[in-house]
């Protein structure tokens, strides 16, 4: 299939939210090829699932024939993004934000090519010119174009002024060094696009007012919708936390699971977000698909994505690895099987295990679940939060211990 128009990609993706100019933006690609930036602050050791968004924006710009930068916030860590906070972050040191930003760049070259000579990723770090600007600087360049009176209406401001939570001075200036970024961008390497996901609005459109207020010409910026489930709930977590994009924090099998494990109704739209597949082929798999096929296509998703963000061997491992727990023979089934001991000869409490492996948030999660009847030993559903994990239940010393539907574990001594 021949590969849809950049503006068309786009929208029929569901990447776009929001623009302050979208014919403009749109306008501008056919004069050539164009920078576009996303900024990343280096608050963890690595980005999760909600973060693919922007990435794959930039992804999609990348292949159109466009340049991606990625600009990772050392200099604006250091004071804490608060959007969508209702309390300060904590205080990072240098060396937590450099281990992050390395952590966080092994990413990257999975998702963008950084060998191409004219569309090759470009990585910047803003502390190298937030390092040499002055405070006195600052405010006589940006301090007469932005006025308080503006300022408080962004709806981070505003939500703690209303609640009435601190919001310090150090975060009150955030909005104003990423929106000195973009000025920064395109006056040193001539980026007129910005691309983040919707809660970084308020934020990157002052960058666009200062271009505009700088009178440096034209500046676009272009929002991804937050990821969330076709209910409106904000995807991204689990019961067990985040779903991160490095296997340090999370295995290459839970990462695939997480995508085959999504709801009916959001797998299409996520297969358009988040895959290569062509939009043409996704809408028509989609239209001649059988109700009792919805499986396929959700592994389809989890497959693709899988390989973008893991590799083609780690999504290999994790399709057969999935194929031996739910189609396999026992013995195949649970040599597949994610295993954990019991080193005490004595019994042990099973609200106790799947706490002790966190299996379960709490122990009030863990009983809701028995109560629920989804908690089974070796297919026997257990209907006691009582119950003990006891040597007598084992046959060739393990035991299949499944909560739900999905999640199976093998329990061995």
């Known amino acids: 299939m ?24 749109m306008e501008q690609v056919f004069e050539g090829p164009q920078l576009a930036y996303v900024g990343f602050d280096c608050t963890a050791s690595s980005l999760h699932v909600g973060s693919l968004m922007p990435i794959m924006m930039l992804r999609r ?12 916030g050392s200099a604006t860590t250091l004071v804490g993004d608060p959007t969508g906070k209702e309390n300060s972050r904590p205080m990072l040191t240098p060396d937590d934000i450099a281990a992050n930003k390395k952590s966080l760049s092994e990413v990257f070259s999975r998702f963008l090519d950084t060998e191409d000579p004219n569309t090759g990723a470009i990585f910047v770090d803003n502390y190298t010119w937030w390092k040499d600007i002055s405070y006195l600087d600052l405010l006589r ?3 007469p174009l932005m006025t308080i009176n503006h300022m408080v209406h962004f709806e981070t401001v505003a939500r ?15 909005m104003i060094l990423q929106g000195y970024d973009f000025v920064h961008l395109l006056k040193e390497m001539g980026c007129k696009y910005q691309f983040g996901g919707s809660d970084q609005w308020g934020n990157m459109i002052v960058g666009a007012d200062l271009i505009h207020k700088m009178q440096m010409g034209s500046s676009y910026v272009i929002t991804a919708p937050l990821l969330t489930t076709a209910s409106g709930k904000k995807m991204g977590k689990t019961e067990h936390g985040a779903v991160w994009l490095n296997e340090q924090l999370l295995s290459d099998f839970e990462y695939w699971q997480f995508w085959r494990n999504c709801d009916d109704q959001d797998c299409e739209k996520l297969m358009l977000a988040m895959t290569d597949l062509h939009p043409t082929f996704i809408k028509e798999y989609f239209a001649k698909l059988e109700p009792g096929q919805i499986n396929e296509a ?10 973008l963000c893991r590799g083609l061997e780690a999504q290999q491992k994790c399709y057969e690895r999935a194929q031996a727990i739910f189609t ?4 195949t089934r649970k040599d597949a099987l994610q295993r954990y001991s019991i080193n005490s000869t004595e019994d042990l409490l099973l609200l106790d295990f799947l ?13 809701n679940l028995i109560e ?10 257990i209907d006691n939060v009582f119950y003990k994990l006891s040597a007598v239940f084992y046959q060739d010393n393990s035991t299949v211990l499944s909560i739900g539907k999905k999640k199976h574990y093998l329990i061995v001594r």
């Open 160 to 174: 703690r002024l209303e609640t009435q939570q601190p919001l310090s001075f150090l975060e009150f200036n955030y």
């Open 372 to 381: 629920q009847n989804a908690v089974k030993i070796d297919d026997i559903t």
């Open 328 to 331: 396999g023979d026992v013995q």
């Open 141 to 143: 360049t940006v301090g």
């Open 61 to 72: 710009w990348q292949k159109a024939g466009h340049r991606p930068i990625v600009l990772f």
């Open 298 to 307: 959700k592994i389809l998703l989890a497959n693709e994505q899988t390989k």
């Open 2 to 25: 021949h590969m849809l128009p950049l503006a068309e990609d786009l929208k029929q993706r569901g990447l776009v939210y929001q623009s302050n100019d979208w014919v403009g933006a």
């Open 355 to 367: 706490m002790q492996h966190q299996l379960i948030d709490s122990k009030s999660a863990g009983k």
